[in-house]
Nanobody, 120 residues
Framework: EVQLVESGGGLVQAGGSLRLSCAASGFTFDDYAIGWFRQAPGKEREGVSCISSSDGSTYYANSVKGRFTISSDNAKNTVYLQMNSLKPEDTAVYYC?????????????WGKGTLVTVSS
């Protein structure tokens, strides 16, 4: 059974940092791309960042470039999202998702999400 479990969300003041974790199981981690997506209240879900577990290539949305860093620990089947210089507009439920080889809007597997709240 495929499982993606997010952790690390919480309440932080603007300018602060959080690190999200996504623990994956039930599939061959090295063959998959893992992405972070977020959905704010009343808004559509958007892609935030993606990493290919096979070659480490990464993608960032323009809104988070220079502030967020995605990384992967293949030995632990875990992907991290380090979020620095957080802004109130980063407030959202953050989901990790997995799909074979690449990230896209309709990933095969999704976690249940973790809430990030950034206060001004």
């Amino acid at each position: 059974e495929v499982q993606l479990v997010e952790s690390g969300g919480g309440l932080v003041q603007a300018g602060g940092s959080l690190r999200l974790s996504c623990a994956a199981s039930g599939f061959t981690f090295d063959d998959y791309a893992i992405g972070w997506f977020r959905q704010a209240p009343g808004k559509e879900r958007e892609g935030v960042s993606c990493i290919s577990s096979s070659d480490g290539s990464t993608y960032y949305a323009n809104s988070v470039k220079g502030r967020f860093t995605i990384s992967s620990d293949n030995a632990k089947n875990t992907v991290y999202l380090q979020m620095n210089s957080l802004k109130p507009e980063d407030t959202a439920v953050y989901y990790c998702a997995a799909d074979f080889m690449s990230c896209h809007a309709n990933m095969d597997y999704w976690g249940k999400g973790t809430l990030v709240t950034v206060s001004s």
